[in-house]
């Protein structure tokens, strides 16, 4: 089955550095990879998503890139905020069942 | 914010106790999903239904018991839980099974004493 690995599992940055969050993947027939943030005491919410069709998917200073040969995938931040403080989890799945397979989750903390 | 709602938000129970939590979705899903999130741990898959009818039972404990009675409704039945199922319950939707976004309820903080 599928099997998510996450890096590096507490990431510190000051304000206005950019930050780098990794996943690798073990199942090549995984071609869903979504990234969900998750503040302190709040649900998960979707931040960004890409399919196996394309390789980097950007939105304002989030960006995602996927690397479909090596199986990796990872989560771009610039000029991040204090409000970027959240834990990061990635995920992946694929069109067998659905089921997402979820990441050990990143805490980034952003200091000003 | 609304569309998964999760109810209680918070429940203490003893080992002997039965309790259940409930989820509702209001966005049309036709998927649910129950998670559990204990701390320093990854989000554990425990149950999915889709269109009512559960195709995935990740190996979880007879203690819990989910029911989808139809496609907006989950729940998941406690019984004689252990402390170490002290944990942030969380429930999910999506449209369809493959490869869609998953939306989350707020969870359910357990607490077994």
């Known amino acids: 089955g599928e099997n998510v690995e996450q890096h590096p599992s507490t990431l510190s940055v000051q304000e206005g550095d950019s930050a780098v969050i990794k996943c690798t993947y073990s199942?090549?027939?995984?071609?869903?990879f979504p990234w969900y943030k998750q503040e302190l005491g709040k649900r998960p919410q979707l931040i960004i998503d890409?399919?196996?069709?394309?390789g980097e998917k950007k939105d304002q200073r989030i960006a995602v890139t996927l690397n479909k040969t090596a199986k990796h995938f990872s989560l771009h931040i610039t000029e991040t905020q204090p409000e970027d403080s959240a834990v990061y989890f990635c995920?992946?799945?694929?069109?067998?069942?659905?089921?997402?397979?979820f990441g050990q989750g990143t805490e980034l903390s952003v200091k000003p | 914010e609304t569309g998964v709602t999760q109810t209680p938000r918070h429940l203490v129970m003893g080992m002997t106790n039965k309790k259940s939590l409930k989820c509702e979705q209001h966005l049309g899903h036709n998927a649910m999903y129950w998670y559990k999130q204990s701390a320093k741990k990854p989000l554990e898959l425990m149950f999915v239904y889709n269109f009512k009818e559960q195709t995935e039972n990740n190996s979880v404990p007879s203690r819990f018991s989910p029911e989808c009675p139809n496609s907006s409704h989950l729940f998941l039945h406690l019984h004689t839980l252990q402390p170490e199922d002290s944990a942030l319950y969380l429930c999910a939707s999506s449209h369809q099974l493959d490869q869609e976004t998953q939306y989350f309820g707020p969870g359910t903080r357990l607490l077994v004493l």
């Open positions: 995920a992946a799945s694929s069109d067998q069942g659905g089921k997402l397979i």
């Open positions: 199942d090549s027939a995984s071609n869903y």
């Open positions: 890409i399919r196996s069709n394309v």
